[in-house]
């Protein structure tokens, strides 16, 4: 029989470093006939390739109307299923698709009925407080979508309720794969690519190396405040790499950079159990998706918090410009490298 082992979610529990650590498993996943399809069915077989397979083609799914992202996903899974041999295994891992059910729950079912597939979907679960503060790290901040400054914590997460809350999209999952979904609680795990391979047919004695635990780390408090200030120049979209522009000569960047409070960007405790409340009856529902998995509750999870740091501006904006300064001197050292390189080609 075929087996699809599918990784669903959700964001800023690890998936980066699961996806990270299956590319480097390639070959001895191979070995052991499994297959790792990628985060949207990159390296799958396939009798075309969409525009969309590709490791950040889940943009483009997204602009796409639910009726044809439909018949787009069902074909290329319905390729890849007919390919892959029998007694082999599939996975495939997109820390988005737990936000769609709408989009995958009725695809998976169409292909277990047509392929008759053995099929077991994983998510990971992180309780509200520690998950906020690195959702907003990572998406209101280091990549900046919405317009204006960087917003501070508590008027990102207000803005955010439907995108931050998952309960009821893991409540459909559950509800719809009864004996096929397990929910994980994160903040009891200490290695999430073990746990997952673990987890995994014929994975579980694979090799786990001793970097690369965490992808997409939170930023330092420093780093943080360097991406917000930077950000905050520009009116639109920006992407967490854009930072290292600030060191390059654009006619077009603005010649002063505008000043703004970073008090707001590190949330108080009090903030943040305030934050964490808006999510309680979310949580509540994650909760009893856990509890029937036999996995520890994310109300346990506040126990293992540590106590919020306090927040003192002129030690951040120090250290900020102290990472500043050290980028700029690498990139110095790098032009001066280069130059020399090219003197002695010149030569």
Same mark, same amino acid.
């Given at each position: 029989?075929?087996?699809?082992?599918?990784?669903?979610?959700?964001?800023?529990?690890? /998936?980066? =470093?699961?996806? &990270?650590? @299956?590319? !480097? +498993?390639?070959?001895?996943? *191979?070995?052991?006939?499994?297959?790792?399809?990628?985060?949207?069915?990159?390296?799958?077989?396939?009798?075309?390739?969409?525009?969309?397979?590709?490791?950040?083609?889940?943009?483009?799914?997204?602009?796409?109307?639910?009726?044809?992202?439909?018949?787009?996903? /069902?074909? =290329?899974?319905? &390729?890849? @299923?007919? !390919? +892959?041999?029998?007694?082999? *295994?599939?996975?495939?891992?997109?820390?988005?698709?737990?936000?769609?059910?709408?989009?995958?729950?009725?695809?998976?079912?169409?292909?277990?009925?047509?392929?008759?597939?053995?099929?077991?979907?994983?998510?990971?679960?992180?309780?509200?407080?520690?998950?906020?503060?690195? =959702?907003?790290?990572?998406?209101?901040?280091?990549?900046?979508?919405?317009?204006?400054?960087?917003?501070?914590?508590?008027?990102?997460?207000?803005?955010?309720?439907?995108?931050?809350?998952?309960?009821?999209?893991?409540?459909?999952?559950?509800?719809?794969?009864?004996?096929?979904?397990?929910?994980?609680?994160?903040?009891?795990?200490?290695?999430?690519?073990?746990?997952?391979?673990?987890?995994?047919?014929?994975?579980?004695?694979?090799?786990?190396?001793?970097?690369?635990?965490?992808?997409?780390?939170?930023?330092?408090?420093?780093?943080?405040?360097?991406?917000?200030?930077?950000?905050?120049?520009?009116?639109?979209?920006?992407?967490?790499?854009?930072?290292?522009?600030?060191?390059?000569?654009?006619?077009?960047?603005?010649?002063?950079?505008?000043?703004?409070?970073?008090?707001?960007?590190?949330?108080?405790?009090?903030?943040?159990?305030?934050?964490?409340?808006?999510?309680?009856?979310?949580?509540?529902?994650?909760?009893?998706?856990?509890?029937?998995?036999?996995?520890?509750?994310?109300?346990?999870?506040?126990?293992?918090?540590?106590?919020?740091?306090?927040?003192?501006?002129?030690?951040?904006?120090?250290?900020?410009?102290?990472?500043?300064?050290?980028?700029?001197?690498?990139?110095?050292?790098?032009?001066?490298?280069?130059?020399?390189?090219?003197?002695?080609?010149?030569?």
């Amino acid at each position: 029989m075929k087996t699809l082992f599918l990784h669903i979610g959700t964001g800023k529990t690890g /998936s980066s =470093a699961i996806q &990270e650590h @299956l590319n !480097s +498993l390639q070959s001895s996943l *191979v070995e052991r006939k499994v297959c790792y399809w990628g985060l949207n069915l990159e390296w799958a077989p396939k009798e075309s390739m969409r525009s969309w397979q590709r490791a950040d083609g889940i943009g483009i799914l997204q602009n796409m109307s639910l009726d044809n992202a439909k018949y787009e996903i /069902s074909a =290329a899974l319905d &390729e890849a @299923l007919s !390919s +892959l041999e029998d007694e082999y *295994v599939a996975i495939w891992s997109n820390e988005s698709i737990h936000e769609h059910p709408d989009l995958y729950v009725p695809i998976l079912q169409e292909a277990q009925s047509k392929h008759g597939i053995a099929l077991t979907i994983v998510a990971y679960a992180r309780n509200a407080a520690s998950f906020l503060q690195s =959702a907003y790290k990572q998406w209101g901040i280091m990549h900046k979508t919405y317009p204006g400054p960087a917003s501070g914590f508590t008027e990102w997460v207000n803005s955010n309720r439907a995108f931050l809350s998952y309960g009821d999209k893991l409540r459909a999952w559950d509800r719809s794969f009864p004996d096929s979904f397990k929910l994980v609680n994160y903040d009891f795990i200490v290695d999430v690519r073990k746990d997952f391979l673990a987890r995994a047919p014929r994975c579980e004695d694979l090799i786990i190396s001793a970097t690369g635990a965490r992808e997409n780390a939170s930023p330092s408090d420093a780093a943080l405040a360097l991406h917000a200030l930077y950000n905050s120049q520009f009116e639109g979209e920006v992407y967490p790499h854009a930072i290292m522009s600030i060191l390059s000569t654009n006619a077009n960047a603005p010649s002063q950079i505008p000043a703004i409070s970073l008090t707001k960007l590190f949330p108080t405790e009090d903030e943040i159990n305030v934050a964490a409340a808006l999510f309680k009856e979310d949580q509540e529902v994650v909760d009893s998706i856990l509890a029937r998995n036999g996995q520890p509750l994310l109300t346990e999870s506040d126990q293992k918090q540590k106590k919020v740091a306090v927040y003192r501006e002129t030690e951040v904006l120090a250290g900020a410009l102290a990472l500043l300064i050290s980028v700029h001197v690498e990139q110095q050292n790098r032009i001066k490298a280069l130059e020399d390189r090219i003197l002695s080609l010149q030569a």
